[in-house]
């Protein structure tokens, strides 16, 4: 794949994932827990963010987030515990090198040719990364709602990723 290609993806899925880190950092203790669910909102992003990164085609039976985390997110209701900022940040992480791991990794066949397909999507690679990112940042903008109407204050808007993509 062209290495500007991967770069540009890189620059800006990267920058949404640093949106929802930020968003996820600023958060004070007194908003994580509450009716709005502002700890849930993280952790169905970055659940959803690994899942759409699996190598493949991706089966609900087949895909196992890192532990502690569990498969609640393919329809078995809610986590059986409220995941905590630092567990959420470390699965963040895990999200933006498993998305690094990809991005150098493809070539340019397999980005178009390689499919997510599953009962409701039929996507190549190409397509699947830029759903990724606007489901990230999706959620990101409800979790800085959130953030204004709580504490009348959110993080900055994020251009593009500072960090590096080595080819």
Known sequence: MDSSLKITL????GASIDMLENALTFCPDELWDTPAKFWYIGYHTLFFLDFYL?????MEKDFLPPAPFTLSEFGTGMPERVYDKTELLTYLRFGREKLRNLLTRLTAE????????????DYSILEILIYNMRHVQHHTAQLNLLLRQEVKDAPDWV?????????
Do not use: C, G, M
């Open 10 to 13: 890189w620059h800006q899925f």
């Open 159 to 167: 251009s593009a990723t500072k960090a590096n993509l080595a080819l």
């Open 110 to 121: 397999e980005i178009l040719t390689k499919r997510f397909v599953s009962e409701y999507k």
């Open 54 to 58: 699996s190598d493949e085609t991706p």
